[in-house]
């Protein structure tokens, strides 16, 4: 039997995680002395990484502080959002009727993701979303995170044995560079997290609403 995996980005895919990733991005700012950039602003950083993240809201308050300070903020980054993860984060529409049913057309899902892997999985136990994936890659899981294409191959090797098709479904160049550079298609989502217009990101499918990924995966072949 043929075996077809598709490979999902969490945040801003999956997810709408901007809120709880803002409220934790101002409080660590905030106790750095520094002043809140808010929701709109963190949304264009999402991507990289918790400690991307982070940086990021330094350069846009005034500036990365000494090392040690930005490694203060960043633990209390971290203590926050772990404390509010779900607090207002939710799955997109139609992400759990969607993932179902592609579960019930035997594709292989799992989610590969630069968001540390700890968090990942708390956040998807949180919003009764584990069930759905063989297998969780956080950005610290591997050597390497999108996007560089191993961490797409690596993410494959802890979903099973070899996949004769596989894609990607994300927001952003990462996700879109790291599908190409593993010779995988790779399906936008028109409403994630991105500096780069979504029809612009070069993906091979762009799509407005999860209902509307099953028969964007059938028409790249899987």
């Known amino acids: 039997m043929t075996r077809k995996a598709i490979l999902f980005d969490l945040d801003g895919t999956l997810v709408d995680t901007a809120p709880d990733l803002a409220a934790a991005t101002d409080y660590a700012l905030d106790r750095a002395g520094r002043p809140a950039i808010g929701l709109d602003a963190v949304r264009s ?12 809201g330094f350069r846009a308050s005034g500036g990365m502080p000494e090392p040690d ?4 903020a960043f633990n209390d980054f971290l203590i926050y959002y772990g404390r509010h993860l779900a607090s207002t984060s939710r799955p997109f529409p139609g992400v759990v009727s969607c993932l179902a049913a592609l579960a019930e057309r035997d594709y292989a899902l799992a989610v590969c993701t630069n968001k540390p892997e700890g968090l990942s999985r708390s956040l998807l136990d949180q919003l ?20 560089d294409p191993g961490h797409l191959h690596g993410t494959l090797e802890r979903l099973g044995p070899a996949f004769d098709w596989a894609a990607m479904v994300g ?7 790291a599908a190409k550079a593993a010779g ?6 028109s409403f994630g997290y991105t500096q780069i217009a979504p029809h612009q990101l070069g993906g091979d499918r762009l799509i407005d609403h999860f ?3 099953p028969a964007a995966i059938t028409a790249l072949g899987g």
Not at 171 to 177: I, L, M, P, Q
Not at 184 to 189: A, D, E, Q
């Open 171 to 177: 927001d952003s160049a990462n996700d879109v560079n």
């Open 69 to 72: 300070l930005f490694e203060t």
């Open 184 to 189: 995988l298609p790779c399906v936008v989502v």
């Open 211 to 213: 209902a509307d990924l």
């Open 128 to 147: 009764g979303l584990s069930d759905f994936f063989g297998a969780v890659v956080g950005g610290d899981s591997l050597a390497m995170r999108k996007p």
């Open 45 to 56: 950083m999402v991507g990289d990484g918790a400690r991307a993240l982070l940086e990021k």
